[in-house]
């Protein structure tokens, strides 16, 4: 299907190991989430065993019900989506426009701009919770999900500008100038040319703000104090865990309430998330 | 005005008329100004003078900064302003009775870091932070570059099912992985002493094992970008070059060398600059796997030092000062990548 692209050729016995290799390391890297699937859907007792197998006799669904019984979880969940669908769509239009801006027109101080952008990359965002949370006081956004959503607007910004760069850059300025030939506006070869284009870049660069954004934990920590009908899963999974005695059940249940919609989507963004970290890379 | 600026010779760009501090950072500016961006078309006109400069670009005037203003709006407002702020408290005297409106807010100037500098536990943090992040960062390549080039050696369905679990990892969330991995190494219930025969061993218990088992969770979640990065750039040499580098009779290692390496040396230089920041800044999985910093505070990090201060304690200028801190070292990180960008002749 895709040419192998160290060529060469492998001999024989070397490709079986190598193959047995990759085959035994998927194993390990997968197996947590194994273990995380199969605990949340093992009984009570099966979880407190001392001697845990590989497998379960009795599968149950008590880990899963306690979860969505117990704090609004499904509430939990939403907020999370909709934390997460809000910080993808805008920074990938800022990020689409800031892009096209910096590639597609010479101005004063662009060079400037992208070594801010780059610079801005850095910045750790948990340094800038202290100032953050005074800020969404001052606009009275604590509590609520537009403090959770704003910052992580800002801090994906910079890294999906500096990648969509790239996907822009790639697309041929003939055809930019064929476009205004034949008459399309500057509105309409952006959105109906460029955009359609860039598309590949602009998943990979959803899968980053959407992972940055679902993961949060700490602004959700930080700035969802007192209204909890405003929390996000990260949150609620804590719910049952205790440091000193932990809900497994619970924890493992919750987690894969919290994994699954992640993993659907990567897994179907897969193929263009490979492609597009290639077209990013290739420059 | 936008093609007088541009058509000046470089070297003034940016140079006069930009304001202090910002000249080191437009230098590079210079080596593009020269070569523009995406100017292919442009450079086969450079040598015929008689004919005006073609710049690639439609000037636009207005039209690229009303295509920045969102972003500038909300990076400005929520990166630069706090930065901003995030400095000016660590100069301060600010804590709970200033932020209740109790006390009026005092000038201390440096006094926050003197107080910081003069910690022990402070340098002790530092030198965790720094430890840590790097046992992170090299394992992570380690592993994602060594599993990148198992990928090219592997027909498609072991490739297949070894993407398939990276990508699972990655798309793990931190706190999931975080509690996850915490599990399987629970002294009580968790496989791995079990399968391990340490009976009933506490991970988190000791501060090296403690590190240990956040830095196999860090490693675990961040391989998988590195290894597609990497996988993705091996796949992008052209595959004639390599089989006519092979038909010249060149060695598999000259082909790595002369071939793969300088094409992947920029992507290097990428993952290993994100794995830096990334693994410089972990938070969550030092938050939830050790419990706010492990016990008596033996595995805090930066991060999670200046969260405790400011949070726990209400020490937000001190807070404020370790996160200036963090900061100027990640500044640093980026200055030198971006001389590397410069070395390479990379064009922004």
Known sequence: MTP?????????????????????????????????????????????????????????????????????????????????????????????????AVTRFRFR????????????????????????????????????????????????????????????????????????????????????????????????????????AWNDFLFAKSFIISDT????????????????????????????????????????VQRRLVSGLGGAVKD | MTRLTDAAPPPERGGPTTTAGRPRVTRPGRTTASVPASGKSARPYAPAPERPRRWPRPRGGWTPWLYLAPALLVLGGLLVYPVYQLGLMSVLHYTQAQVSGGE????????????????????????????????????????????????TRVRAVPRLALMLAALGAWATPTVTGSTVWLFLFDPDFGPVDRLLGLGDFSWTYGRYSAFLLVLLEVVWCSFPFVMVTVYAGIRAVPGEVLEAAALDGASQWRIWRSVLAPALGPI?????????????????????????????????????????????????????????????????VTLGYLRLLRRQGEEL
């Open chain 2, 104 to 151: 009026p807010t005092s000038f201390r100037g440096l006094a926050n870091y003197t107080e910081l500098f003069a910690d022990d536990q402070f340098w002790q943090v530092l030198l965790a932070t720094v430890g840590f992040a790097a046992a992170c960062v090299l394992s992570t390549l380690a592993v994602g570059c060594a599993l990148a080039v198992l990928l």
């Open chain 1, 109 to 212: 101080f662009r060079t400037t701009l992208l070594i801010m952008f780059l610079v801005a990359q850095m910045v750790p965002v948990e340094a800038l919770t202290i100032p953050l949370f005074f800020l969404m006081r001052d606009f009275g956004q604590l509590n609520t999900l537009g403090a959770l959503i704003l910052p992580h607007i800002a801090f994906s910004l910079p890294f999906a500008i500096w990648m969509l760069r790239g996907f822009v850059k790639a697309v041929p300025e003939s055809l930019e100038e064929a476009a205004y030939l034949d008459g399309a506006s500057r509105a309409r070869f952006l959105w109906q040319i460029l955009l359609p284009l860039v598309l590949p870049g602009l998943v990979a660069t959803s899968v980053f703000s959407f992972i940055s």
């Open chain 2, 268 to 332: 290097l230089v990428i993952v290993t600059v994100q794995s830096v920041i990334w693994d410089f800044k972990v938070f969550t999985q030092i938050y939830v796997m050790t419990d706010g910093g492990g016990i008596a505070g033996q595995n805090l990090v930066l991060n999670v030092y200046a969260y405790q201060k400011a949070f726990a304690s209400s020490q937000y200028s001190l807070g404020s000062a370790i996160g200036v801190v963090t900061l100027l070292i990640l500044l640093a």
């Open chain 1, 4 to 100: 192998r692209p160290v060529r060469g050729p492998v001999r024989r016995p070397w490709r079986l190991a190598a193959e047995a290799t990759a085959l035994l390391t998927a194993a390990v890297v997968a197996f947590p989430l194994y273990w995380m699937v199969l605990s949340a859907f093992r009984p009570a007792e099966e979880i407190e065993s001392t001697r845990p197998r590989p497998w379960t006799s009795s599968p149950s669904l008590d880990s899963f019900r306690r979860v969505l019984r117990q704090h609004e979880f499904g509430r939990y969940f939403v907020n999370s989506l909709v934390v997460a669908v809000s910080v993808v769509v805008a920074s990938a239009l800022i990020a689409f426009l800031a892009a096209t």
């Open chain 1, 229 to 268: 009908s405003q929390s996000t899963l990260p949150m609620a999974l804590l719910v049952f865990y205790k440091p000193d005695e932990p809900d497994w059940g619970g924890v493992m249940a919750a987690s894969t309430v919290m994994t699954v919609p992640v993993l659907v989507f990567f897994v179907l």
